[in-house]
């Protein structure tokens, strides 16, 4: 992951070997399941609405992160993605 002005920023290669990048929406640790997750959106350079994504982050020793897909039948961990991100539309329609 990478951060440039003041964001943070995953970069990934698609199957065509093209560049994507992707900017962190938020971390979050999930005390209940004991994992850590990484909210990302498409970088756009406009005001449009952006698919967000999620994946949980595996810290490795060396100090690089993995990030992992979540199980598409893991109700669990997609409540809790989804608590969070209806707590920060509230944080962005009071702002």
Same mark, same amino acid.
């Given at each position: ?53 999620? +994946? ?29 991100? +209806? ?9």
């Amino acid at each position: 992951m990478t951060e440039e002005h003041n964001h943070e920023h995953i970069v990934a290669i698609d199957e065509n070997g093209n560049e994507i990048v992707f900017a962190v929406i938020s971390r979050v640790y999930s005390e209940e399941l004991d994992k850590n997750y990484v909210l990302f959106a498409e970088h756009a350079d406009s005001d449009e609405a952006v698919e967000v994504q999620a +994946a949980e982050v595996i810290e490795h020793e060396d100090g690089d992160d993995e990030l992992v897909g979540i199980d598409p039948e893991s109700d669990k961990e997609w409540e809790f993605i989804e608590s969070v991100l +209806a707590e920060l539309a509230d944080e962005e329609e009071e702002a």
